[in-house]
């Protein structure tokens, strides 16, 4: 998975983490839990606070 696989990244994290609450998460928390999960490949510098938060929009939608 790269930064910009948004949907794929959020139904991971949702797996990863059923009990957290996306709207409330820190972008320095959802960029730590987004570089360690399996299969994403990406340079973690290249994260912006603008793909952070699409991260965390596609999650909050696919949660509901």
């Known amino acids: 998975m ?3 696989d948004t ?3 959020a139904l991971e994290l949702i797996d990863a983490h059923p009990d ?3 709207q409330y998460i820190r972008f320095t928390d959802l ?5 360690a999960l399996p299969g994403f490949e990406d340079d973690p510098e290249k994260s912006s606070e603008k ?3 699409a991260i965390q929009m596609t999650w909050i939608e696919e949660q509901d």
Do not use: G
């Open 2 to 4: 790269k930064w910009t």
């Open 7 to 9: 949907l794929d990244i």
């Open 20 to 22: 957290v609450d996306p």
């Open 31 to 35: 960029h730590k839990w987004v570089c």
């Open 51 to 53: 793909i952070l938060e």
